[in-house]
């Protein structure tokens, strides 16, 4: 047998996770963590990853043009990876601190905010700083007073030539085509108004404090814009004016206007607005704003979110300033999205899908949260409410969402799998909303059908199918216990769990000490109608708690919006007996529970009695004895004369193996104690039965059950394994025994395979040192070692407890709280290869998809200059842009870029092709560029900027861009002129300058 560690598949992250990038065109998503490693999910086995050579903390990720990921780091640095090469091709540094930057996904140019308060731009598609220097703005307003940094940056979402600069006493809007200041936006507060919860009141010498600004944002119509300050007040502004509409707080409106009483420092600091967006629906006009912060103590910490939702944007000309003031006042509706966790929220991404642009923010169905505890965590937009659904993620990422507590692996049927799963068609695209790039991992034949069983905190319970090499998380099925027992905190967490394959059924204990048990079935609650999936349709065992009673019917708690699923059947309370130290449900339909009490029960579940009930002591002691492993077998015991029956085994903390013998018909059954062994140097932590005739797992079916045992005349081998030793047990006589260094023994397992010349399959020993770092294969009953293999992860043990062993060789493998990796260690998985899986890596960038238009100008801002693409290229780098680049990234994103003349005609006709995993043959177009009917030219030189400029309006109204023609036709005559100005100045001193 040709042992070694094949790796099948890779989970998780390594470290916590700091921030992430969503990008709804390429359908990628991007992480990274405290260790700056940056990992790329797309859908299903697809999983890039690499570290970025920075000592400093990555504060922000964006994906631009569809081939580039950017990673700006809180120092000067920005690193350029291509999507395509899989690595860092560019590092942008700046000499002075970057403290705010902006980006659009369209654009290659990233402006940046510096410590001295000017604004740079790089052009990521060659590493280099461009011409723009833009000075600090703020000491012109503000004259007696010293040079400022950058506080906040922001481009205009309807033009890339205006941007929102923000520093800390003034905020400017700024076009880059007039070369001008077009507005000063000052938040002042005079004496006796309130201001925010945090206000400091420093007045100056004019009688005025001035909060400082710390984020700003633009409406998605571009018509109002947001500066936000420290003492927490919002103040909304109309950007075409420049007048203030409104400032208010989270809780008041009307912050800065006086009151005529005297303002005191609050005690009771709040805590500060940390992040902010302004979210649209697919119609750009209904928003609403979503906040961290500001709604509590600061000593509390960040535990929830604040949606205000205003509903659609109400006319801008015939909107009165005391209109819109009362529109920004009275929101209609203000809703608080609670995050029930110790850790506090570090973050929120939005994860917009209708498209990239409004800062990520259009048509956002799920908001990203991420923990200080690096959890991430996703809640659904607008309702507020948490998913753990995983098929909305590959199994890379749902794995993880919430964490996982406990695991354990079983066998099952690969037709019973079949028949369990709803089966894809063949064109339909898996639910996640991750779907960009294509695997080189395989799929494998699945000669064996197996589950892993993970156990989460927050009450989730997940089976995952991983019979074709990897934990498929469209084929998965998902127990939601907080939503049957109506909690939703860190009492619900999973702490075993344990499956019986031939019946279907779950049992699992939970942080409380309670014992729940589920089984496959038609759900007699279902309603065949849209309703809230956290409502539960019974009523009657609603006070849990208080019932009194050890068992619990919870049938009635079924979900009505399943309609066939694992559905509550009872529920055991602990009473007065402690936590649960093992638990497990056989294919017999008992289930077996020991408590720390020393409490053995064991649950007919089929008629919820319980029929039997002890307290383990320790005879020559005379103190409680608790379970810490059970297991149920059949055979032959020492007091046996002709005929095997079903076994229980029950180990001690104490290292004693106690043998139970079950006999009787349903309705009538009888546990008796057989016999007793101390067989391990401590407690026992796995039992397996095997078969000593045929070196199968010697596990009872119902089978055993209805017919007579008197065949089944032999004496199984117990293999017992505490944290140190390893025991072979049969007819109450030790066998073999194997010793480890103290703690060294993390998972004992049993696997099979055909052997080589026999073709019988063989079973062996498996066994997991995650303090030696080494994977054994052993054999039965002898414990001879086979096999030694070294484990290629850092492994933490704590976590490597928390292994399975599976069928034909495979081990999934716990490697840290955040990390995990199915291997097969025989090497006789058969990969199903294709085309696209042949690739040594991932595939990332899709060639076919087109990067949609960017959202047209305004109307109501026709007389503010405005720019095109072309325009806004030579204005910072000072030429054209070149149709051929010597980068295959630069060459590629112009291919698919919404500015590329050529696709003009194609882009609203053009629909994305994504790998499809179900497909037997992919579509021809997957990695091809995109095909479309030959453009017309572009403008010549010599025909000015203007005709150009209409050139492009035309193009795009052919291709449904509405109301662009309306704002071009009303450009001044003198554009050129303008742009020459502009130009002229770069020369001149304003865009020029070194960079200092």
Request: net charge neutral; hydrophobic share 40%; aromatic share 10%.
């Amino acid at each position: 047998m040709p042992y070694g560690i094949y790796e099948l598949q890779k989970y998780g992250i390594i470290g916590n996770v700091q921030t992430l990038a969503f990008d709804p065109i390429q359908s990628l998503m991007a992480v990274i963590t405290h260790f700056n490693h940056i990992y790329i999910f797309g859908q299903a086995r697809v999983n890039v990853s690499f570290t970025l050579n920075s000592v400093s903390p990555i504060r922000a990720l964006r994906f631009i043009k569809g081939i580039y990921l950017i990673a700006v780091d809180s120092a000067n640095s920005i690193f350029v990876i291509s999507l395509l090469q899989k690595k860092v091709i560019h590092t942008c540094i700046a000499k002075i601190p970057i403290t705010a930057f902006a980006c659009d996904y369209s654009l290659e140019f990233v402006f940046v905010g510096l410590k001295n308060g000017s604004v740079r731009a790089f052009n990521i598609e060659t590493g280099l700083d461009t011409v723009l220097n833009l000075r600090e703005q703020q000491t012109p307003v503000f004259r007696l007073e010293g040079a400022y940094e950058v506080s906040a940056l922001a481009i205009h979402p309807r033009d890339i030539g205006t941007l929102l600069i923000s520093y800390p006493k003034v905020t400017v809007i700024y076009n880059l085509v007039g070369n001008s200041i077009l507005h000063n936006l000052v938040y002042k507060l005079p004496r006796t108004a309130p201001g925010g919860e945090n206000s400091l009141y420093e007045y100056g010498a004019d009688g005025f404090y001035y909060p400082k600004v710390v984020h700003n944002l633009w409406h998605p119509n571009g018509l109002h814009c947001i500066t936000v300050h420290t003492d927490n007040s919002i103040v909304f502004w109309d950007a075409k004016t420049g007048e203030k509409i409104l400032a208010r707080t989270l809780f008041d409106v009307d912050v800065d206007e006086p009151t005529g009483k005297a303002q005191k420092i609050s005690k009771h600091r709040m805590t500060k607005i940390k992040n902010i967006k302004w979210l649209c629906e697919e119609n750009p006009e209904k928003t609403s704003l979503l906040i961290l912060g500001g709604d509590g103590y600061s000593s509390d910490g960040y535990h929830q979110l604040v949606r205000m939702d205003f509903g659609k944007m109400i006319s801008y000309s015939l909107t009165s300033y005391a209109q819109m003031a009362k529109y920004y006042a009275q929101p209609r509706e203000q809703r608080i999205f609670a995050i029930h966790s110790k850790a506090s929220i570090v973050d929120f991404v939005p994860l917009g899908e209708a498209s990239p642009y409004f800062d990520g923010c259009h048509d956002v169905k799920l908001i990203s949260v991420i923990m200080s505890d690096g959890a991430i965590k996703f809640l659904h937009y607008p309702e507020g409410k948490m998913t753990m659904n995983a098929k909305y993620f590959p199994s890379t990422v749902s794995w993880l969402n919430p964490k996982i507590t406990c695991s354990s692996s079983s066998y099952l049927d690969r037709r019973i799998i079949n028949s369990l799963v709803t089966i894809r068609r063949i064109d339909q695209l898996p639910d996640s909303i991750l779907k960009g790039g294509i695997p080189c991992h395989p799929k494998y034949k699945a000669d064996a059908g197996s589950l892993i069983i993970t156990g989460h905190e927050n009450g989730f319970v997940r089976l995952w199918d991983s019979s074709e090499g990897e934990l498929d998380s469209t084929r998965i099925f998902e127990i939601d216990i907080s939503a049957i027992i109506q909690k939703d905190d860190e009492s619900v967490s999973v702490v075993h769990v344990s499956f019986a394959p031939e019946t279907l059924e779950v049992a699992c204990s939970l942080a409380t000490g309670d014992v729940l048990l589920f089984a496959y079935q038609v759900n007699k609650n279902y309603q065949d109608k849209k309703n809230d999936p956290h409502l539960v349709s019974g009523m009657g065992s609603l006070s849990l708690e208080k019932s009194g009673r050890a068992l619990i019917n919870i049938q009635d708690r079924s979900p009505t919006h399943i309609k066939k699923g694992f559905m509550p059947k009872l529920m055991i309370r602990p009473l007065d007996n402690g936590l649960v130290t093992a638990v497990t449900t056989s294919n017999l339909g008992f289930v077996a529970i020991g408590y720390e009490s020393g409490r053995l029960l064991l649950i007919d579940r089929r008629s919820g009695v319980v029929i039997h009930n002890e307290l383990l002591r320790d005879k020559g002691l005379s103190i409680s004895s608790e379970a810490t492993a059970i297991e149920f077998g059949y055979g032959l015991h020492s007091s046996s004369k002709d005929r095997g029956t079903i076994l229980m085994y029950v180990g001690t903390k104490i290292g004693r193996l106690l043998t139970f013998e079950i006999t009787g018909l349903p309705g009538s059954f009888r546990v008796n104690f057989v016999e007793q062994i101390d067989c391990n140097d401590e407690a026992i932590v796995s039992i397996i039965a095997v078969n000593s005739e045929s070196g199968r797992p010697a596990t009872p079916t119902l089978e055993h059950l209805k017919r007579d045992l008197t065949a089944d005349r032999f004496f199984p081998y117990v293999v017992t394994a505490s944290r140190s030793d390893i025991r072979v047990i049969k007819n109450n006589s030790k066998i073999a025994h194997k010793t480890y260094s103290k703690g060294d023994v993390s998972k004992v397992g049993i696997t099979g395979a055909k052997t080589t010349y026999t073709k019988k399959v063989a079973f062996g020993l498996v066994v997991i040192l995650g303090g030696s770092k080494q994977l054994l294969t052993l054999t039965i009953p002898s414990l001879i070692e086979m096999s030694s293999l070294r484990i290629p992860y850092r492994i933490e043990p704590r976590f490597a407890t928390e292994s399975s062993i599976l069928p034909l060789g495979d081990v999934f493998l716990r490697i840290t709280e955040t990390e995990a990796a199915l291997i097969n260690i025989m090497k006789i998985r058969t990969p199903i290869m294709s085309l696209e899986t042949s690739r040594s890596t991932d595939t990332l960038f899709l060639k076919n998809i087109v990067v949609p238009w960017r959202p047209g100008s305004n109307p109501m801002l026709k007389n503010t200059p405005s720019v095109s693409y072309d325009q806004l290229y030579i204005l910072l780098t000072g030429r054209e842009r070149r149709p051929d680049s010597k980068s295959e990234e630069a060459n590629l994103a112009w291919e698919v870029s919404c500015y590329n003349p050529a696709n003009y005609t194609y882009i609203s006709s053009n629909s994305p092709i994504y790998f499809n995993p179900n497909a037997i043959h992919q579509n021809t177009q997957l990695m091809e560029t995109p095909r479309r009917e030959v453009a017309k030219k572009r403008a010549s030189k010599g025909s000015g900027w203007l005709g150009g400029v209409s050139q492009y309006a035309q193009n795009t109204l052919e291709s449904a861009q509405n109301n662009m023609d309306t704002y071009l036709g009303d450009l001044n005559d003198d554009f050129d002129k303008m742009i020459s100005d502009a130009k002229s100045d770069a020369i001149k001193g304003v865009f020029n300058g070194n960079f200092s």
